[in-house]
Each structure stands twice: as C-alpha cells, then as structure tokens.
C-alpha cells in the first residue's frame, strides 16, 4: 500500500505492509455485513485544506471503500473507525472540513453499494505505528473488534 507524504508542497510515496496474518485479506477486514479496505494513507504536515494542526501534529488522510454485504441499508458514522498511534487510546476522525471526497459525519450504504471515501485524523509527528479499528457490537452486549496495523516509520 502507498503512504504519500507531502512536505512543503512535496510529495514522497513510499510502500508500507500492514501486519495482517491472513494475506488474502490485505489492508482489509471483512464483518458480517461489510467490507473496509484502507486503499492508501497520506500524511500531510502542518497545514490541509486551510487548516493549521498545532505543533508536533501531522494530519492522516486514509482512503478507504466500504462495501455493503447486506441485503439492508447500512448506516455509519466517522467515529465508526477509529485510529491509534503507537501506545495512545483510540479517537475518531476529525469533522468534515473539505478534504476532497472526505466522508460526511454520516454514511449510508444501500444493498451491494460500495463508496470510496476519505477520513482525516490528526496524530502526533513522531508517531511509528497507527492501528485502525472497528468494534462490532451484538445484541448479546458483546463485541468484536477488527485492527489494521501499519508501520509509518519509513
């Protein structure tokens, strides 16, 4: 998978792996009713679309598609996925501030529709590692949680 990294107006694209066992199953998760695919990852230093992250922050830009399995509509939400980096608790994704084809605060997917879309995180410059995850939750009041890993220490 690609990580673009743009400094200074400069882009630099290197190919990182995520540490996933299952080869078959590559920068993506499958649950019961969709599919997640992280299709590539952009780090943006200092300032995107306008917007200034404080010092020591770098924006994560993560293009992903969803793909409804169901034969339902499936809602989700930005916080939906959420991401760490090396030892940190969790977060969601920042709102909606114009990144071309970010995601709304909200998704819908019809039966069979597949969307690509884009999700911004702001995580920390020295960050080595970022994990993205998906809790599934059942009606028992039990979950399953699903993780993409990714070395960004190129």
């Not at 673009?4 to 078959?24: M, R």
């Not at 590539?40 to 230093?45: A, N, P, Q, S």
């Amino acid at each position: 998978m690609d990580l673009i990294k743009t400094t200074n107006e400069k882009q630099i694209i290197y190919l990182i792996n995520d540490h996933c066992p299952n080869q078959a199953m590559r920068n993506e998760f499958q649950t019961n009713t969709f599919t997640l695919k992280i299709n590539k990852l952009e780090i943006v230093e200092k300032e995107c679309c306008g917007y200034v992250v404080d010092e020591g922050g770098i924006f994560l830009i993560a293009s992903i598609t969803l793909h409804n399995l169901s034969n339902e509509i499936l809602s989700f939400s930005k916080n939906d996925l959420l991401i760490s980096y090396d030892k940190e608790d969790p977060y969601e994704a920042e709102e909606y501030f114009g990144v071309p084809y970010q995601f709304e605060d909200e998704i819908a997917l019809k039966p069979n529709e597949e969307v690509k879309g884009k999700l911004v995180y702001i995580i920390a410059e020295s960050a080595k590692k970022v994990t993205f995850r998906y809790f599934e939750n059942y009606d028992d009041d039990t979950e399953k949680q699903y993780k993409l890993r990714y070395n960004l220490d190129c």
